[in-house]
């Protein structure tokens, strides 16, 4: 099969999961095509059936904004006709599937179905504003096919669009191989290659909290810190931030005003996160809102138990008093109980541990990729 596929290429869960998807429908045998206006940040590897496919946004002074949604439409409506593809698939409703729609009319209906996977914030935060509403309402139920990252999200958006169209549940997945606790390495061997090439070091008595995003407000990360300046005035632990984004400078005032700064290390971003959450003893996502919690699935993977949000989709993946413990996001002091109750137990630890890989592999790609490959067929067969 043919498939063309569109996402963000920036560091985010939407953009990381449409990789992956990519990824394994390539090694399936299956040729794919990434369309977009940069090469996906977890795309890093050479494969001969995946290409990818610039969006080039003109720049002319008469535009105060580029028109990227236009530019899309048009480099996708090409590699539609160069390369005949069978479906196109696009993650994350703004723009795409505006773009998509207009494809479509250029190439011909008849030529080409699209499926539209909504993510979460293209639909509560995004989608959902005024600028936006209709427009997201109509490429949604234009689409040949929706699916959604959770059945949190698919209720959100039926009840925030009146949505009058069938939206398929398909979770997010992870490659369980992949994510997996380096046994092959010491702890003391992984942190110092960790911190390689960075400032900072973990003893072997230190306890470690991880938390790894994009730093949007959303992700309220200045209630890690606040949590973790708590936590260790009982236990003796680091804090490993993975990521950048626009609230990266506040978290850094947060922790230098808390005295935290040899405690709370800022990772950057980095493009295998394998090795951190393998020395990780928790995993902290206290999020406003997760409509799925990609980075918490991969933390379990690793066999790291979550605090994470009780708001949105992470319940469903989370379940919460056997691999973490799920939290109001907004209740710092709730944060710091959660995790020190998981940090005061070993056994705990150690069975939280074993239940939260337990739980990743029920959302292993090998059980994940074959529902969507169904649902392409579906769609595709569709009159």
């Given at each position: 099969m043919k498939i063309g596929i569109t996402c963000y290429p920036t560091f985010g ?371």
């Open positions: 869960g939407s953009g990381a999961i449409a990789t992956e998807l990519g990824i394994e429908l390539a090694k399936m045998g299956h040729c794919v095509h990434f369309i977009s206006y940069g090469q996906p940040f977890r795309l890093k590897k050479d494969y001969g059936n995946i290409f990818f496919h610039e969006v080039e946004v003109m720049a002319y002074p008469l535009f105060r904004y580029p028109p990227y949604t236009l530019s899309l439409s048009v480099k996708m409506s090409e590699v539609i006709d160069s390369e005949n593809l069978d479906i196109l698939h696009v993650h994350y409703a703004m723009p795409h599937a505006t773009s998509a729609y207009l494809a479509q009319k250029i190439s011909g209906e008849d030529k080409i179905k699209y499926i539209t996977t909504l993510h979460g914030t293209d639909i509560t935060l995004i989608g959902n504003h005024h600028s936006f509403f209709k427009i997201t309402k109509f490429s949604i139920e234009q689409s040949n096919g929706v699916t959604c990252v959770s059945e949190y999200l698919r209720q959100a958006t039926e009840e925030t669009f009146n949505i009058n169209k069938d939206m398929k549940v398909i979770y997010n997945f992870v490659d369980t191989k992949k994510y997996v606790r380096c046994p092959d390495m010491g702890r003391e061997m992984a942190v110092k290659k960790l911190f390689e090439n960075r400032q900072g070091n973990i003893a072997k008595d230190e306890l470690v909290i991880t938390h790894i995003s994009n730093f949007r407000p959303v992700k309220k990360v200045q209630n890690i810190i606040k949590a973790f300046c708590k936590i260790i005035k009982h236990v003796n632990a680091k804090l490993l931030l993975v990521g950048d984004g626009p609230d990266v400078s506040w978290c850094r005032t947060i922790a230098d005003k808390l005295k935290l700064n040899d405690r709370v290390y800022f990772m950057g971003l980095m493009e295998d996160i394998v090795p951190v959450l393998s020395i990780s003893d928790i995993y902290m996502l206290p999020s406003k809102s997760e409509s799925f919690g990609l980075s918490a699935l991969e933390a379990l993977s690793c066999s790291v138990p979550v605090v994470g949000t009780k708001n949105g989709g992470l319940p469903e993946v989370v379940q919460d008093g056997l691999c973490g413990y799920l939290i109001d996001p907004d209740d710092v002091s709730a944060i710091a109980d959660a995790a020190l109750r998981i940090l005061s137990s070993s056994a705990l630890l150690s069975n939280m541990s074993s239940n939260s890989r337990k739980r990743a592999l029920l959302f292993d790609s090998n059980k994940i990729i074959p529902q969507y490959i169904a649902y392409y067929n579906e769609v595709l067969n569709k009159g």
